[in-house]
Nanobody, 122 residues
């Protein structure tokens, strides 16, 4: 049974940092793409960052480029999102996701975690 469990969310002031983690289990996560998505109240879910199975490829939403860094440790079956210089508009529920290929387009993610809340105060 595929399971993705996020952690590391919380409340932080603007300009601060957070690191989100996503622990994967129940499948061969090391050969699959992974990504972070977020959804704020009243808004559609959006892709934040994605990473290929071997970490050779990454991609970011324009709104987080230069501030967020995605990484993964396949030995630990864990993916990370380092969030620096956060802004109030980064406040959202953040979801970890995985897809069926080594590199996935934003629409090809079919396994999802329950989410972790990030709240940034000004």
């Amino acid at each position: 049974q595929v399971q993705l469990v996020e952690s590391g969310g919380g409340s932080v002031q603007a300009g601060g940092s957070l690191r989100l983690s996503c622990a994967a289990s129940g499948y061969s996560s090391s050969s699959k793409c992974m990504g972070w998505f977020r959804q704020a109240p009243g808004k559609e879910r959006e892709g934040v960052a994605r990473i290929s199975s071997g970490s050779s490829m990454t991609d970011y939403a324009n709104s987080v480029k230069g501030r967020f860094t995605i990484s993964r440790d396949n030995a630990k079956n864990t993916m990370y999102l380092q969030m620096n210089n956060v802004k109030p508009e980064d406040s959202a529920m953040y979801y970890c996701a995985s897809g069926g290929a080594s590199w996935c387009s934003w629409g090809d993610y079919n396994y999802w975690g329950q989410g972790t809340q990030v709240t940034v105060s000004s």
